[in-house]
C-alpha cells in the first residue's frame, strides 16, 4: 500500500515537471513563401521575425521560444499538409508567415478549429474581416484593401480621369481593385484581372497602350511586379502614362530588380523607412547589420509579427492556454515599428497610411522617401459587418 | 479595335511562337529521329536561362554571356545524352517518361543547391531595354524585337542545316526511317550525340532570350515543356518545318486569345467572370487547335514519315 502510494507520488511529480517543461517554451508554426515567384516576400518577412526574436534573446514575453518554419511554395495544397503538421505533430501555441490570401483562405478555418490564434503578418482577406470574421485571427499589417484605398485616394485628389486598373485574378487582387475604386470617383478606363503568377504581360500592355488611359493603377505582388514594371519601361509606356503602385511593388525588393525606371513613381504604405520612432530606428538598423540589404515592408511586417506576440505573452504571464485573455491582450495593442499600434475587434489595426515617393539619393542609392500622409487613424471597410466585441 | 493593337498582339504572338521553336526543333528531332521521348527537355531550357544569367554577371556583356550559356548547355546536352539517356534508346516510352522524369527532379534540385530557390536576375542589355516606333504611335519593346529577329535568323539557320548539309540529309534519313537510315551507313552514335547538343543549344538560346522577360527560375522548363509538345504534335513528330508552322499557331493562338478573348467576353459579362473564364477558355483553344488538326490529319500538318 505505501509503495503504491509512493508510486503515485512519484507519478504525480514527473507529470507535473513534464507539464511545467511544455509550458516553459512557446512553440511558434511559420508557413510562408519561401521557394518560387513569392519567395522575396517571404523571406524578407521571415528575417524579420527572426530578427525580433533574436534581439528578444529568443524569448516572447520572456518565455522561450521555439520558431518552426515551413515552405507552402505559393500552393495551397502544400500549405494545408504544413499546417496540419504545425498543429497535429508540432502542436504550436501561435501561427504566423502566410503571404497569399488565397493560401490562408484555404488553411484559416483548420487553424481556428484548433483554437490557436493565427497572427497574419501579410494576407489580410475581406473574407476575414466581416461577417467571417474569427476571434482567433488578427493581422498585423493592413487589410487587404486598404494601401489600394489610399492609392485611389492620392490618385483622386490629383484629379486623374479615366485610369486603367489591373490586378491578378486572386483574393487580395479582387480586394486591391475593390479598395482602389472605394476612393477612386473618376472614370475607369478598363478593369482587368490577369493571371496569377503571369510572367509576362505583353497582351495587358498592349490592352493598355489601346485604352489610352491618364493613369495606370497595378498590383502585381514580388515577381509580377518586377516583370510588370520591367515590360512597362520596355514598352516605353513609363514616360507616356504614370504608373501608381501600391507598397508593395515598389519596395526595396522591386527597386532593387528593376532599377533607374522607378524613379519617380508614387506608392503608398502603411511603413516607411524613415518613421521616425525608436522601434523602427532599432529595426532599420538592426536588418541592415544583420542581413545587408535596406528592409521592405514585409520585414517590417514580420519583425512587428514578432513584437505583437511578444507583447500578449507577456501579458498573460506566459501562460498561452488563456485564450480569451490572450485576445484581449492582442485588441489593447503593442508599440511596432509604426508606433502604438490599436486593433478592431475584427483582428485588423487602425493606422495611418503614408505616400511614398522612389527617388534617388544624392549618394546614388534608388530608395523610398516619405511624400505625405493620406490616411490617418485608418480602418478597414468591413469591421462594421463582424459581430465579435 | 484599332489596329496597332491587333498589330501588337501579333507580334507579342510571332515572339513567343518564335521562341516556342527554338524548343520544339531539338524536342521534334530527338522524339522523330531517336524516338526518345525526353521530358528533360525542359530543363534544359532552365540550364541555358541559369548559366546566361550567371555568365551575363560574370562578364557584364549581355551576347558573351549568351554565347557562353549556349556552348555551356550543348557540353551538359551532349554529357546528358553519352552518360545517361544513351542507355534509353531500346527501353519502350514508359521508361523513358519514367527515367527523364527523374532526370527532371534531379536537375530541378541541382539548380536549386547551386543557384538558390529565389528567382535570378537577368535583365535586357542596355541598348534594348527601351521602346522602338516601328509606326508612328506605336511603340514595340526592342528586346522582343531582338527576340523575334533572332527567333527568324536560328529558324533560317535550322532550316540551311537540314536541307543543305550532308548531316542534315543524314538527320532527314533517321527521321524518315531510322533503320533503313542506319543500313545504308549513317553514323547513328555520333549524330544522335550531336543531334542533342544542337537541340540543348536552341534550349539554351530560348532560354537566355526569354529569361530578361519572365523570370529565371526553379521549373520555368516544366510549363513550357507541355507547349512545345503540343506544338510538335500539331506539326509533325520529326519535321521542323512543321515545329515551325505549329510554334507560329500556338503563339498566335495563344496570345490572341488571352488578349480578345477577355476583351470580347467583357462585353456580355463583368470583369472578374472575363478574365477567370478568358484565359481559360484561352488555354483550351491551344488544344482545341491540336484536336481539329489531328482530326483531319492524325500525322500533324507536315508528318515526316509517310
Keep these: ?389 | 479595335m484599332p489596329p496597332s493593337l491587333f498589330l501588337e498582339q501579333i507580334l507579342n504572338g510571332v515572339q513567343f511562337g518564335l521562341m516556342l521553336f527554338l524548343l520544339a526543333a531539338g524536342l521534334t528531332l530527338v522524339f522523330g529521329i531517336m524516338d526518345m521521348i525526353n521530358l528533360a527537355h525542359g530543363s534544359l531550357y532552365m540550364i541555358g536561362a541559369y548559366l546566361t544569367a550567371t555568365f551575363v554577371g560574370l562578364t557584364g556583356v549581355f551576347w558573351l554571356g549568351v554565347l557562353l550559356a549556349v556552348v555551356g548547355t550543348a557540353l551538359i546536352g551532349m554529357l546528358l545524352e553519352f552518360s545517361i539517356l544513351r542507355q534509353l534508346y531500346k527501353r519502350d516510352h514508359l521508361s523513358q517518361v519514367l527515367a527523364t522524369f527523374a532526370l527532371i527532379l534531379i536537375i530541378n534540385e541541382v539548380v536549386r543547391i547551386i543557384w538558390g530557390s529565389q528567382p535570378l536576375l537577368l535583365s535586357a542589355p542596355e541598348g534594348l531595354s527601351g521602346p522602338i516606333e516601328i509606326l508612328p504611335g506605336l511603340n514595340y519593346s526592342a528586346f522582343r524585337l531582338t527576340i523575334i529577329a533572332v527567333g527568324l535568323v536560328v529558324a533560317v539557320g535550322l532550316f540551311l542545316l537540314v536541307n543543305n548539309t550532308r548531316v542534315g540529309m543524314w538527320l532527314r534519313a533517321g527521321a524518315s526511317n531510322r533503320e533503313m537510315a542506319q543500313a545504308m551507313g549513317v553514323p547513328i552514335k555520333p549524330l544522335f550525340t550531336l543531334l542533342f547538343g544542337v537541340g540543348a543549344a536552341l534550349c539554351a538560346i530560348a532560354g537566355a532570350f526569354l529569361g530578361p522577360i519572365l523570370a529565371v527560375q526553379v521549373g520555368m522548363g516544366e510549363s513550357i515543356l507541355i507547349l512545345a509538345f503540343v506544338v510538335i504534335v500539331i506539326g509533325g513528330i520529326g519535321s521542323i518545318k512543321g515545329a515551325l508552322v505549329g510554334a507560329l499557331l500556338v503563339g498566335i493562338v495563344d496570345t490572341a486569345g488571352r488578349a480578345f478573348l477577355p476583351l470580347l467576353l467583357s462585353q456580355v459579362a463583368s470583369p472578374e467572370v472575363a478574365s477567370n473564364l478568358g484565359p481559360a477558355l484561352a488555354s483550351i483553344l491551344i488544344y482545341l487547335l491540336m484536336a481539329v488538326v489531328l482530326f483531319f490529319k492524325p500525322q500533324g500538318l507536315f508528318p515526316a514519315r509517310t
Design chain 1, 1 to 389: 500500500m505505501k509503495r503504491i502510494l509512493w508510486l503515485m507520488v512519484l507519478l504525480g511529480l514527473a507529470g507535473f515537471s513534464l507539464s511545467m517543461a511544455q509550458q516553459r517554451t512557446v512553440k511558434i508554426g511559420f508557413v510562408s513563401t519561401l521557394s518560387g515567384g513569392g519567395a522575396a516576400l517571404g523571406i524578407d518577412a521571415r528575417d524579420g521575425f527572426n530578427l525580433a526574436v533574436r534581439l528578444l534573446n529568443n524569448q516572447l514575453g520572456g518565455v522561450p521560444v521555439e520558431v518552426i518554419v515551413a515552405d507552402d511554395q505559393q500552393n495551397p495544397d502544400v500549405a494545408r499538409q504544413a499546417v496540419d503538421r504545425m498543429l497535429k505533430r508540432e502542436r504550436v501555441d501561435f501561427m504566423t508567415g502566410i503571404i497569399f490570401s488565397n493560401i490562408l483562405l484555404a488553411v484559416g478555418d483548420a487553424i481556428f478549429e484548433e483554437k490557436v490564434h493565427y497572427i497574419s503578418l501579410n494576407a489580410g482577406p475581406s473574407e476575414y474581416a466581416g461577417e467571417r470574421c474569427n476571434p482567433y485571427f488578427f493581422n498585423v499589417a493592413w487589410q487587404n484593401d486598404n494601401l489600394h484605398e489610399a492609392m485611389g485616394q492620392y490618385v483622386n485628389t490629383r484629379r486623374f480621369e479615366n485610369v486603367f486598373i489591373l490586378a491578378p485574378n486572386y483574393p487580395a487582387g479582387r480586394d486591391a481593385l475593390t479598395g482602389f475604386k472605394r476612393f477612386y470617383k473618376g472614370k475607369i478606363a478598363a478593369e482587368v484581372y490577369n493571371r496569377l503568377n503571369q510572367l509576362d504581360f505583353s497582351a495587358e500592355i498592349a490592352q493598355i497602350r489601346a485604352a489610352r488611359p491618364k493613369a495606370v493603377y497595378t498590383f502585381q505582388p514580388g515577381a509580377m511586379g518586377v516583370n510588370f514594371i520591367k515590360q512597362y519601361a520596355e514598352a516605353g509606356l513609363l514616360r507616356e502614362i504614370p504608373l501608381f503602385l501600391p507598397g508593395f511593388s515598389a519596395d526595396a525588393d522591386v527597386i532593387r530588380a528593376v532599377g533607374r525606371p522607378m524613379v519617380g513613381i508614387y506608392n503608398s504604405s502603411h511603413w516607411a523607412l524613415e518613421l521616425n520612432n525608436p522601434v523602427n530606428q532599432r529595426f532599420v538598423e538592426e536588418f541592415r547589420k544583420a542581413y545587408n540589404r535596406t528592409p521592405t515592408l514585409y520585414a517590417s511586417q514580420g519583425y512587428d509579427a514578432a513584437l505583437m506576440l511578444d507583447a500578449a505573452i507577456r501579458a498573460v504571464g506566459g501562460d498561452v492556454s488563456k485564450k480569451d485573455d490572450l485576445r484581449k491582450a492582442f485588441l489593447a495593442g503593442f508599440n511596432s515599428t509604426r508606433g502604438p499600434l490599436k486593433f478592431n475587434p475584427n483582428g485588423y489595426p487602425i493606422q495611418n497610411y503614408y505616400l511614398r515617393q522612389v527617388i534617388q539619393a544624392p549618394n546614388g542609392e534608388i530608395i523610398n522617401r516619405l511624400a505625405g500622409n493620406i490616411f490617418t487613424n485608418h480602418s478597414d471597410a468591413y469591421v462594421s459587418q463582424c459581430k465579435l466585441r
